[in-house]
């Protein structure tokens, strides 16, 4: 389980359509989630919201994705974890990323700043006072896992087609491929949502890490104006994890009015909490 949480919470670009420039998220956004693992539900939470930062220099997007784990699972594993995506507002390109986490008494935590015109990334272990280290990244412009999951929402991939993405994890870069996998109608305990289903695989390189091990990534992007990516998956040979959505705050600009869309905004998931389906 702790490989889940960590993977959710370690994880938390650039889009062209035409001349603009998309963000995985935008200011003012905000998703929550609740993870299950195998048989033991509301095994932890999710939550990840942007904001942009103050007007005293370039334009900058954080989005920030803290996880936690819940009931059953923190007296199992207790397990707190934030990580901030520092983007740039006028390229789309992630410019820093700090991770941190605490399992028990194991403290965990680094710093990565991005160089695009050299292609090369500094990353810092700033939990064992480690000397900086230069890591060259290939073609493409890294994300980590959930910002690529979350940009695909903008991606409208066809049944057929796919499309390359740069990932890191920890110090390490994955050249990974997302696929159209399927429509599918997923139902949910706050309604039901028509949806595709991606798939990151490792169609360019040698299969590592947690690909190599067989484990499957897969998430589910609404067929709505909003987009969201409305569950994560990620199962391994011991069990599956989930995280699906249960609460979701708009952008103000794009922010509808509830009878436009009764299912997705923040306040009605949040009643539907309270009164869930059988």
Do not use: C
């Amino acid at each position: 389980m702790r490989f889940l949480i960590v993977l959710f919470a370690a994880t938390t670009g650039l889009l062209s359509h035409g001349a603009a420039v998309s963000l995985p998220l935008q200011d003012g956004e905000r998703l929550t989630y609740r993870v299950s693992w195998a048989i033991v539900p509301g095994a932890g939470e999710i939550r990840i919201e942007a904001q942009a930062e103050p007007a005293t220099g370039p334009p900058r997007l954080k989005i920030t994705t803290s996880t936690t784990t819940r009931n059953l699972a923190r007296l199992l594993l207790p397990f707190d974890a934030k990580a901030e995506s520092l983007f740039d507002r006028q390229t789309g390109k992630l410019v820093a990323l700090t991770e941190s986490s605490v399992a028990r008494e194991k403290r965990e935590s680094h710093t990565v700043a991005f160089d695009h015109a050299a292609r090369t990334a500094r990353y810092e272990d700033t939990a064992r006072g480690e000397p900086a280290r230069t890591l060259p990244f290939p073609d493409g412009d890294p994300v980590d896992l959930i910002m690529a999951l979350l940009e695909t929402r903008f991606w409208n991939l066809q049944p057929g087609e796919k499309r390359d993405v740069l990932v890191l994890f920890n110090d390490d870069f994955y050249e990974l491929t997302i696929h159209f996998a399927r429509y599918e109608k997923l139902e949910t305990r706050f309604g039901s949502f028509d949806t595709i289903v991606l798939e990151p695989r490792m169609d360019k390189t040698a299969p590592k890490g947690m690909f190599k091990r067989g484990s499957t990534v897969r998430v589910w992007i609404s067929q709505d104006e909003h987009r969201l990516p409305v569950r994560f998956e990620v199962e391994f040979k011991i069990g599956t994890g989930t995280a699906t959505l249960v609460s979701y705050l708009p952008p103000p600009v794009l922010k509808p009015s509830t009878a436009e869309a009764p299912a997705k905004t923040e306040n009605s998931l949040a009643a539907d909490a309270q009164n869930p389906r059988p």
